[in-house]
C-alpha cells in the first residue's frame, strides 16, 4: 500500500539466493539512480528544495544528500563483505546526519556528483561479482548477519524510495 511516507512501499526481501536476472535488474536501478535522483530535482529552488515530503519528514535537499551518504556507506559495506570474513560493520544515526552543516543549504550538486562517481564505481563492483559472492556478508550490529543480497535488494529499493518521495512532492505541489 502507498503512502506518502513510503510512496513506493515498504521494503520487503525476497528470500535469498537471487535468479541472476533478479541481481541484474538491482544493479540496473543502482546504477541508474544518479540520473533519477538528478532529474528529480532539475529546476527546484532552494526553497523548493527545502520543502519537507511530508510533516516530519526530511527535506528534498535532506533526501539527496541522504542518497550520497547511505549509499557511501553501503558501497563500504560491501568492499568490506568481499575483503574480509563476515566483517562487523558501523551504524550511523542518519536523522542527525541529515541536519549537519555539510546539508544544510549546501547545493544538491555536491551529492548528485558523488552519486554519479559513487554509483559507477559500485555498479562496476556489483556487475563483476559472482554468483557466490552475494552469499558473503556483514554483521550489522541492529540487524544481526545480512548477506549482499539481501543488501543488494534494500539498495535497490531504497533510491527508488527516496527518489519517488521527492518526485510524490513535486507532484502534489505542482511543481
Known amino acids: 500500500m502507498e503512502s506518502i511516507q513510503y510512496p513506493t512501499g515498504k521494503f520487503a526481501a525476497k528470500g535469498a539466493p537471487l535468479t541472476p536476472d533478479e541481481r541484474r535488474a538491482l544493479i540496473a536501478r543502482i546504477r541508474a539512480l544518479p540520473g533519477e535522483a538528478r532529474a528529480a530535482v532539475r529546476g527546484l529552488t532552494d526553497a523548493q528544495l527545502d520543502t519537507p515530503y511530508r510533516e516530519g519528514g526530511w527535506s528534498a535537499r ?27 560493520v558501523k551504524t ?13 543549504g549546501v547545493p544538491v550538486e555536491a ?42 535488494q534494500m539498495y535497490g529499493w531504497h533510491g527508488r524510495h527516496h527518489v519517488t518521495q521527492v518526485t510524490a512532492l513535486r507532484a502534489r505541489e505542482g511543481w
Do not use: C
Not at 547511505?70 to 575483503?83: D, E, G, M, P
Not at 550511523?92 to 544544510?104: K, M
Not at 557466490?132 to 541492529?142: K, Q, T
Open 92 to 104: 550511523y544515526q542518519q536523522d542527525r546526519w541529515a541536519v549537519l552543516a555539510d546539508v544544510q
Open 62 to 88: 535532506q533526501i539527496v544528500h541522504h542518497l550520497a551518504d547511505s549509499h557511501a556507506n553501503a558501497f563500504v559495506r560491501f568492499k568490506l563483505a568481499l575483503t574480509e570474513d563476515a566483517p562487523t
Open 111 to 152: 551529492s548528485l556528483s558523488i552519486l554519479d562517481g559513487l554509483h559507477e564505481r559500485w555498479s562496476r563492483l556489483l556487475e563483476s561479482m559472482a554468483g557466490e559472492d552475494f552469499a558473503r556478508g556483514v554483521r550489522h550490529p541492529e540487524m544481526g548477519d545480512i548477506e549482499l543480497d539481501f543488501l543488494l
